[in-house]
């Protein structure tokens, strides 16, 4: 199920486009809403266990280990 999503801050993601491909660096801007397929999990940072989602796009591409703080439901 894909839902609309909005980040919260500025952040640089690296995208995947294949996994024959290098990875992408991109800028996801304040604001910027899209369709995304949403995988959450919990990852172990320096400040203890962090929420976190891998991003699938509606045009291929994905985003990993996304923190749940930078971005909100749209829908």
Known sequence: MYHT??????MW???ERSPRQ????????RG?????QI????IETPDGPT????LFFDDG???RD???SLFTFAD
């Open 5 to 10: 999503i909005e980040f919260g801050a500025d």
């Open 13 to 15: 993601v690296d995208l």
């Open 22 to 29: 290098p990875l992408e660096r991109a800028r996801l801007g």
């Open 32 to 36: 910027t809403k899209a369709r995304a």
């Open 39 to 42: 995988r959450p999990h919990v």
């Open 51 to 54: 929420e976190v989602a891998d």
């Open 61 to 63: 591409t994905a985003a």
């Open 66 to 68: 996304v923190p749940f």
